[in-house]
């Protein structure tokens, strides 16, 4: 492909442009042009220098049809091996389907992917794509994972035309490529990692897998912001988007599915960085829980839900007398426009001000809780930091708390109660929505308190007992 054959495009309005400029001459937008190829059908593009026959399916101008009449092929997935990723994936790998794994750097997507190739490699074949490590450094790590003698083949090699061939002689069932930002196409004068190489390359290597059937595994780096760095676009593209957290400064990693059209979205796998690669934790409410000896102010542990999982989270929250005039409201690994919005209804409807405090809260093991339900937690946190009094040992908490001071019920309390009372919890306090009807004050052997106003909830802590 000559690189003549290419234009700016105007990622607004789509008007063209010889030349990269900063403003668009059709609409005026800034910063909007984009490298692109033309010319040609796009579908007809085959990636490498070898040719493919492209499947009846995605053929172009396929023909009507009547939706009934269509085969509902289930996708069959195929495990990858490593459970807490299968989890994540509703399965497992789907033939022909494409994933982006991103993360920030040294995170632990290669080693994740590494091994999950080692374990495919016993009984399909598979190919690995290093861009940005020479296949000496990836041998050693093989070694590090115990992995030296998986069938794993091997390309360190950045050109997509030159992956395409290879892809077309070895013909994986799945392949990773690490990373997209690294892999360029020559039909493109831009450098490896713009917008419209990222773009262009995973759309080649898109319409591979489908055509192929194999399974794509691509790497995305992020951005300082922790966007997926490359075009948003990359996100549309895929099948399915997982990423990659968790404190690099603690050894434990959370894999969370954003996207994906073979699953459910929002169930997380659980991961341990070990000596010898990542190992899923079986038992993941363990590591949210921070050992205290004795019960501390300040801490009250939250029964959230990962996805169909509950998940005990310890929520830390520090109020200190404000030396500025504004005083700061920060949250680690919880939303903080919530929490401004929780400590005015702590104002206005339990009567406890915050305006001369900095308040700090924080989600213990660099989890991330986006659910409403943890606000019923902060709030006895904040409290308890306040008044600098321990809440009672063994206490667990959720429930969302409205505009109104009134607490609102979470999804599925029943099984977040279960977690709670299986890691040993012996009270809750919880919305009144969600205990169990007829009068039951107890599940598995654990206290309930039904609140329904967090004034309500407040109240109970005065008269709860420090210990059993
Ligand atoms: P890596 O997979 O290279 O991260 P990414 O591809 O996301 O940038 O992870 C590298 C980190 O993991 C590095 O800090 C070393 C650590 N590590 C282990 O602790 N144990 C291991 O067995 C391996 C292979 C890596
Ligand atoms: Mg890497």
Redesign the pocket.
């Known amino acids: 492909m000559a690189r003549s054959s290419t234009a700016f495009v105007c990622s607004d309005c789509g008007g063209q442009s010889a030349q990269w400029l900063g403003k668009c001459p059709h609409c005026g937008a800034w910063n909007t042009l984009v490298e692109t190829r033309t010319g040609g059908d796009p579908r007809s593009a085959t990636l490498g220098r070898a040719q493919r026959a492209v499947p009846a399916a995605l053929a172009p101008g396929s023909s009507v049809q009547d939706l009934a009449s269509v085969p509902a092929a289930a996708q069959q997935s195929m495990p990858s091996g490593i459970g807490e990723l299968d989890r994540v994936l509703g399965g497992g790998l789907v033939a022909g389907s494409v994933v982006l794994l991103g993360?920030?750097?040294?995170?632990?997507?290669?080693?994740?992917l590494?091994q999950v190739l080692g374990q495919l490699a016993a009984h399909t074949q598979v190919l690995y794509v290093s861009g940005?490590e020479s296949a000496a450094q990836v041998g050693l790590?093989a070694q590090?994972?115990g992995l030296r003698q998986a069938a794993v083949r091997l390309m360190a090699e950045i050109q997509l035309e030159r992956i395409g061939d290879a892809l077309a002689a070895e013909r994986p069932a799945v392949c990773v490529i690490?990373s997209i930002q690294t892999v360029y196409t020559e039909a493109l004068a831009s450098a490896p990692g713009s917008v419209a190489q990222v773009r262009e390359c995973a759309a080649q290597l898109t319409r591979h897998a489908k055509s192929a059937g194999t399974c794509m595994l691509l790497?995305g780096h992020v951005t300082k912001e922790g966007a997926l760095a490359g075009p948003r676009v990359l996100e549309h593209m895929v099948d399915t988007v997982l990423y990659?957290e968790g404190d690099?400064h603690s050894?434990f990693r959370l894999i969370r599915a954003i996207k994906n059209r073979f699953g459910g979205v929002g169930e997380l796998g659980v991961f341990a960085?070990?000596?010898?690669?990542?190992k899923g934790v079986a038992n993941p409410s363990a590591i949210f829980l921070s050992q205290h000896g004795a019960p501390v102010p300040g801490s009250c542990v939250l029964a959230t839900l990962e996805g169909s999982r509950p998940l005990l989270v310890e929520i830390q929250a520090l109020a200190d007398h404000a030396a500025a005039p504004s005083p700061r409201r920060l949250s680690v690994g919880l939303d903080p426009a919530r929490l401004a919005m929780l400590l005015a209804v702590l104002h206005r409807h339990a009567g406890v001000s915050c305006a001369d405090q900095d308040v700090f809260v924080n989600a213990v093991g660099g989890v991330r809780v986006a659910e409403p339900a943890a606000d019923l937690a902060v709030l006895l946190a904040i409290q308890s930091s306040l008044r600098n009094r321990a809440l009672p040992r063994g206490l667990a908490a959720f429930g969302e708390v409205g505009l109104a001071g009134e607490i609102r019920p979470a999804p599925r309390g029943q099984e977040r109660l279960r977690e709670a009372a299986k890691l040993g919890f012996s009270r809750a306090i919880i919305p009144a929505a969600n205990a169990p009807r007829q009068h039951v004050q107890t599940i598995d052997g654990m206290q309930l308190h039904p609140v329904q106003r967090i004034d309500q909830a407040l109240d109970l802590l005065r008269d709860l007992p420090e210990t059993d």
Do not use: A, Q
Not at 273 to 278: D, F, H
């Open positions: 993360g920030d750097p040294g995170i632990g997507k290669s080693t994740l590494l940005e790590r590090r994972l690490d790497v990659f690099t050894s960085m070990t000596e010898r690669g990542l």
